[in-house]
């Protein structure tokens, strides 16, 4: 069974920097992919980044530039380094797990991903 545990929210002022890390259990093979997503109080969930079974990563619009998605495949453990944070990227972010996307053209949805995260707060202050 796959488990996912995370780390690394935390309260920021704008323009900080946070480095989400997402450590991956119980899955023996080496391609996966790791999906990071959001929800902000009153808003639906929304994609942020993946990173793919073949290291292909996939960030979207509205956060690039700022966000980045990595994975240290020796230690299973996939990050989401966020900078030059602002008050709109405070939400509850998640990763979720799929061991069956391999190459990342677009943010997969949410449905694609079979284990989650429990989340972890990123507030971000003006």
């Known amino acids: 069974q796959v488990r996912l545990v995370q780390s690394g929210g935390g309260s920021v002022e704008a323009g900080e920097s946070l480095r989400l890390s997402c450590a991956v259990s119980?899955?023996?093979?080496?391609?996966?992919?790791i999906g990071w997503f959001r929800q902000a109080p009153g808003k639906e969930r929304e994609g942020v980044a993946a990173?793919?079974?073949?290291?292909?990563?996939f960030v979207v619009a509205s956060v690039k530039g700022r966000f980045s998605v990595s994975r240290d495949n020796a230690k299973n453990i996939a990050y989401l380094e966020m900078n030059n944070l602002k008050p709109e990227d405070t939400a509850m972010y998640f990763c979720?797990?799929?061991?069956?996307?391999?190459?990342?053209?677009?943010?997969?949805?949410?449905?694609?991903?079979?284990?989650w995260g429990t989340g972890t707060q990123v507030t971000v202050s003006s």
């Open positions: 979720a797990f799929s061991g069956d996307i391999l190459n990342i053209l677009n943010m997969p949805r949410g449905d694609f991903f079979k284990s």
């Open positions: 119980g899955y023996p093979y080496r391609s996966y992919c």
């Open positions: 990173i793919g079974g073949d290291d292909s990563t």
